[in-house]
């Protein structure tokens, strides 16, 4: 190859997991002497600030976050204009709205930039309707041809993305999230420190999660299950703290209130920090209905804290039950209960969970790993149009 290859990413408004796994591949593409990365997202976006203040190259597309037909067109029609000002080597769309708009700017192209979609979650969501689910699925088999690749961050993503759509399989592909380990321990508090930032006192014992606010992360589960855990466990001072931000804020806010232990809630709001901020926790709970791999599980277990979560979703390729954590079906407000009153009641045998734990995701989601399956993906994609000419 010769020059830079331009890798440009397409990427709806976003914060959490999705971001920063962006940020990481731009990062890192910008130190190479390979691949130019370039990003299109919304001007308004976090992600635009950053990357304008970090110096890299971004352009403004209005993507809006939820399906909108007209503004669909526009942001489609505006990246189209771009795609043909940049003649980029590779269209990289994070997420499925960015997927589908990517796909439909390309659609009246003669000169096409190969597509990668990477779908970070499912797109068919537990408390959708079947029908809803029908026409997702119909809409990515049609728009599947469009696509040279398309990646899922978890197995559990790629069979269900097979099994609803019936695309090709030699199309998808799995990339697990990597995450820079020493940077998450450069980031992190002292334990008091970010006790106090939290608003907790020192001897309590902190169960908490970081999450978006939304329907699939079960978080009204998880507050009914702690309430409950504080009437089993009136001798422990327990607390809940709630890190993130989102639609269900207002609503999960009155639950708490009406639990009887609202005092012991703490609503965190979002949080760049968020990581550095684990080191509060005693146990970290993701009560998801619905999830594509779970960045901050793994970072909670990289920090050598138990864990609780759900058996859905990429979730159970993160956390192997009763050795590196405790998996409960989702929904069952009973059993998140009871998984999280054994690592309060066995301390010991809670360490050595999360000692296993950190053990095995740093082996499994290095940062090295995820860098080096995209360039990889990146040359062979680059290689293959250019045999074609």
């Known amino acids: 190859m010769v020059g830079k290859k331009k890798i440009l990413y397409v990427i709806r408004p976003v914060e959490g997991g999705m971001k920063e796994h962006l940020l990481t591949l ?89 597509v990668i979609v990477t779908v970070h979650n499912s797109v068919f969501y537990p408390h959708w309707s079947e029908r809803k689910k029908k026409v997702i699925a119909g809409v990515e088999k049609l728009l599947a041809p469009l696509a040279e690749r398309m ?20 199309q998808v592909e799995v990339i697990y999230n990597g995450l820079d380990f ?8 002292p334990r008091e420190e970010a006790r ?36 089993k466990l009136p001798e422990k001072n327990l607390w809940l703290v709630l890190v993130g931000d989102g639609p269900l804020r207002g609503e999960l806010e009155k639950r708490a209130a009406a639990s009887g232990v609202g005092e012991r809630i703490v609503f965190a709001g979002y949080r760049p920090e968020a990581a550095g901020l684990l080191s509060a926790f005693d146990l970290f709970v993701l009560p998801s209905l619905s999830e594509g791999l779970g960045i901050a599980l793994i970072e909670a277990q990289a920090c050598g804290l138990p864990v609780v ?22 929904g069952s407000e009973g059993a998140l209960q009871e998984a999280m009153l054994k690592p309060l009641l066995d301390e010991e045998g809670a360490r050595k969970m999360g000692q296993r734990g950190r053990q095995q995701v740093r082996t499994r989601f290095s940062l090295a790993g995820m860098l080096e399956a995209h360039s990889k993906l990146y040359r062979e994609i680059i290689k293959t149009q250019e045999r074609q000419g």
């Open 309 to 330: 979560a759900t058996r859905c979703g990429g979730i159970p390729e993160v956390v192997e039950d009763g050795v590196t954590g405790l998996l409960v079906n989702p």
């Open 26 to 114: 731009v990062r890192y593409l910008m130190t190479t002497k390979e691949f130019q990365p370039a990003v299109a997202c919304p001007p308004a976006s976090p992600l635009y600030r950053q990357l304008t203040e970090e110096g890299g190259e971004v352009y403004p597309l209005p993507l809006a976050g939820e399906l909108s037909p007209a503004k669909d067109a526009v942001a489609a029609l505006s990246l189209r204009r771009l795609i043909a000002r940049l003649r980029p080597h590779i269209l990289h769309c994070h997420g499925s709205k960015a997927g589908l708009v990517g796909r439909l700017a390309i659609l009246p192209m003669f000169a096409r930039p190969p």
């Open 196 to 231: 106090h930032l939290l608003g907790v006192p020192k001897e309590a014992k902190v169960i908490g999660t970081v999450a978006r606010f939304a329907p699939q992360k079960g978080l009204s589960l998880l507050i009914q299950a702690f309430a409950g855990l504080c009437r």
């Open 182 to 189: 020493a940077l998450l321990e450069r980031k992190l508090q």
């Open 151 to 170: 990646v899922t961050v978890s197995q559990a993503l790629r069979e269900e993305l097979l099994a609803r759509t019936g695309i090709n399989p030699a």
